[in-house]
């Protein structure tokens, strides 16, 4: 049976919390010793180097040079697809024709591997991408739970091979599940182990090859991944894995007529500007995660104590750069001056700083852009709101050699002010108050997305009224973990409605694998 990887929970109850540390702390100085390695892409198989290569630095310090990484071309990207595709292709041993239970096998083996060097993981994962230990640890156990669930799923499902009912006597029928073909892979920066991870897996395990383009910001830890795939058994050229702009390797991807099927997570824009290139002569599948403009709704009767820890953590956590993340409140006028003192006061102490310190909560955004972005929000937050707490850098110390910033609330802005309908990806927080429930659910409900949504009270009228009617794809009642953000694998299968998402069909769930694949009905006459 499928277990969640729960590192953190493990080590509590062992009350070993200090070992997790320990380990984590020596990762991070195993990390260190590899700073500043030149490194390759893989092309079936072959570690491909190119002549200009690009400093890949941290968000933490930009003075820290973690690696140089090459830089892919779209001749590269074409040798990638064509590597695939003979590797799909291939009339003896061709990965499309491998055994479901043999792809299993080495998928499981690639879990444990994964599992056995989660704080090497872990480490990479926040020196790239600037998370906390316990969001990047999470980060790592998200993805070796992809990679078992995924397993499960295939072996419960028996390879997706089901008998049918016979149309004659002397015919036996039946449906089979196979696979397009090579598919690309986008993965963004801030989940690098979790979705790269997850979507790669899913393409692998159901027999398609695989193209990878990881984020700019994160490439080291996809590199690490892929090796890990590999020690696992999976043959050459099965995954490919190309560093590069989107503009030159994306751009190849969506055009390739070689390409089958792409799954993105990225912004809406860049993923609806893809779907439209890439079934512009002919339909092919584009599974997409394109981001949210999360709600929570606070009542009358909500436990504030639960409200106010599970927005905050919706909200702050890994600065707001979660698809996910809590961006808006709405919240009963009735109770909205103590929510709002509570809430700011425990914004205030929030400890923002370098995330490789034990006792931080909030490290920096991920680059230069985010970095800008927060502070153009942050400038309208305070043009036309009232901002209560935070609202500007930090460049303190050596915070001044990264990206950092402070979680911000702001009230008193307009209903239809842009920052309650653009996605930010930043650690701000917009407030607004209500009378009646139905106008709560009717702003929570007026966006384009549909990512995550959650509600605090204790009236059950409410809660029904709120699972029948908010346009999301993945809900929380009551949730004092974090309002909107934190889906476990197998647990809360994540996907967005509306402009969240593209086919409806959540990741870490039991449709997920089903994508995949076409079906083929097969019949044998006696």
């Known amino acids: 049976m499928f277990e969640n990887e729960h590192t953190l929970r493990q080590f509590l109850v ?278 949210g403009k999360n709600p929570a709704i606070v009542t009358e009767t909500a436990d504030l104590e639960k409200a106010v820890d599970g927005v905050m953590k919706a909200a702050f956590g890994y600065s707001g750069q979660k698809c996910s993340a809590c961006s808006r409140v709405y919240v009963h006028r009735k109770v909205k001056d103590e929510f709002l003192s509570r809430l700011v006061e425990k914004t205030k102490n929030l400890p923002v700083g370098n995330p490789l310190e034990q006792n931080i909560f909030m490290g920096p955004v991920v680059n230069e852009r985010a970095f800008k972005k927060y502070q153009q929000y942050a400038r309208l937050a305070h043009r036309d709101g009232k901002v209560l707490v935070g609202g500007h850098v930090r460049k303190d110390g050596d915070l001044k050699h990264g990206y950092y910033v402070t979680p911000t609330i702001v009230i008193g802005l307009a209903k239809k002010h842009r920052l309650f309908y653009e996605e930010m990806f930043v650690p701000i927080l917009c407030v607004m108050d209500y009378e009646e429930f139905d106008d709560a659910l009717r702003l929570a409900n007026d966006v384009d997305y549909g990512l995550t949504a959650g509600i605090f009270t204790k009236n059950q009228d409410e809660v029904k009224k709120f699972l029948d009617h908010i346009e999301a794809g993945v809900v929380y009642v009551n949730r004092q973990a974090s309002a909107t953000t934190g889906a476990m694998v197998g647990c809360q299968p994540f996907g967005g409605w509306k402009d969240s998402g593209s086919t409806g069909k959540n990741t870490g769930g039991p449709h997920y694998l089903t994508q995949f694949m076409r079906e083929q009905s097969q019949t044998i006459s006696e």
């Open 14 to 291: 062992e009350k070993a919390e200090g070992q997790l540390h320990d380990r984590y702390e020596r990762a991070l100085e195993a990390a260190r010793s590899e700073f500043g390695k030149k490194y390759s892409m893989i092309i079936g198989g072959r570690q491909v180097m190119t002549a200009k290569t690009v400093p890949h630095v941290s968000p933490i310090d930009t003075r820290l040079v973690l690696g140089y990484m090459p830089m892919g071309s779209m001749t590269h990207a074409r040798q990638a697809i064509a590597s695939a595709k003979k590797t799909f292709e291939k009339e003896q041993g061709g990965w499309g024709k491998t055994e479901w239970q043999e792809r299993v096998k080495i998928f499981r083996k690639a879990a444990d591997i994964m599992s056995e060097r989660k704080f090497e993981l872990a480490a990479w994962v926040s020196y790239e991408n600037g998370k906390n230990r316990y969001e990047a640890i999470g980060d790592v156990d998200e993805a070796i739970d992809f990679v078992r669930y995924y397993a499960e799923e295939m072996e419960r499902n028996n390879g997706f091979e089901i008998s049918m009912k016979s149309a004659q006597p002397n015919e036996r029928s039946k449906s089979v599940m196979k696979p397009y073909g090579i598919w690309g892979v986008i993965a963004p920066f801030n989940f690098p182990a979790a979705i790269l991870t997850g979507m790669t897996t899913a393409a692998l395990i159901t027999g398609n090859t695989v193209v990878v383009k990881p984020s700019s910001d994160a490439p080291i830890i996809a590199f690490k991944i892929i090796q890990i795939f590999q020690e696992a058994g999976l043959p050459y050229g099965v995954v490919n894995l190309i560093f590069g702009s989107g503009a030159s390797i994306g751009t190849e991807i969506v055009k390739n007529r070689d390409v089958a099927g792409i799954v993105f997570t990225g912004s809406r824009e860049v993923g609806y500007s893809m779907g439209r290139q890439f079934s512009s002569e002919k339909p092919r599948p584009l599974i997409a995660e394109l981001g």
